[in-house]
């Protein structure tokens, strides 16, 4: 999971460009992985915390399109 989670979030920094707020998938998602990660080791909260700030940069269709392929990658987590 930590793996998945660092990869997302590195593509998601591939993106950057220049968007102040999040897209409405995006928040979706990341309230989502904020559930899973909720336990988890402080360096993978910071990754997490890294990656959602990189996407605020990002503009608005290509976080939707990132954070759409993210949460359906996410909510196949539980099926694994």
Avoid: R, W
Wanted: with cysteine; net charge positive.
């Amino acid at each position: 999971m930590k793996k998945i989670m660092l990869s997302t979030a590195l593509v998601m920094a591939a993106f950057a460009a220049n968007a102040a707020d999040l897209h409405p998938k995006c928040e979706e998602y990341f309230k989502a992985v904020d559930a899973y990660v909720e336990k988890a080791p402080a360096a993978v909260k910071q990754q997490m915390s890294a990656g959602k700030e990189q996407m605020k940069m990002m503009p608005a269709a290509a976080q939707g399109q990132a954070c759409e392929a993210a949460l359906e990658q996410l909510k196949q987590m539980p099926k694994m």
